[in-house]
C-alpha cells in the first residue's frame, strides 16, 4: 500500500492550496483518512480527520478555513486550504487506516508534502 500525496508549494498569507492523496495497492477497505502537519519546532498535530461514513473533525485552529474531503471510489483524501497563514507553514502527511487482502486494517503514512505560507 502507497499513500502519494501533492499539492504543496509556496503560497502567500490569505491565498489558498489544495492538498491530495491517493491510496493504491491491494486494498480492500480504507476506514479513517486524515492530514497531519509537522511544523519546526513544533509536534505533529493532526488538522483533519474523515471517517469513511463522511464525518470530519478539525482543529480548532484550521476550523472555518480548511475542508478535507474524500472519494471513496478513487481512494482519494484531498484538503483544500484557504485564508492560510504563516502558521500553517509546515509538512502535511496524509494518514488513513488500510486494510488489505491479506492483512487487516493498519495505519499507513505518505511523503510528506511541504507548505510554505510567506510574502
Do not use: H
Request: glycine fraction near 12%.
Amino acid at each position: 500500500v502507497q499513500l502519494q500525496a501533492s499539492g504543496g508549494g509556496l503560497v502567500q498569507p490569505g491565498g489558498s492550496l489544495r492538498l491530495s492523496c491517493a491510496a493504491s495497492g491491494s486494498i480492500f477497505s480504507i476506514n479513517d483518512m486524515g492530514w497531519y502537519r509537522l511544523a519546526p519546532g513544533k509536534q505533529r498535530e493532526l488538522v483533519a480527520g474523515i471517517t469513511s461514513g463522511g464525518r470530519t473533525n478539525y482543529a480548532d485552529s484550521v476550523k472555518g478555513r480548511f475542508t478535507i474531503s474524500r472519494d471513496n471510489a478513487k481512494n482519494t483524501v484531498s484538503l483544500q486550504m484557504n485564508s492560510l497563514k504563516r502558521e500553517d507553514t509546515a509538512v502535511y502527511y496524509c494518514n488513513a487506516q488500510i486494510a488489505t487482502m491479506t492483512i487487516g486494517p493498519m495505519y499507513y503514512w505518505g511523503k510528506g508534502t511541504l507548505v510554505t505560507v510567506s510574502s
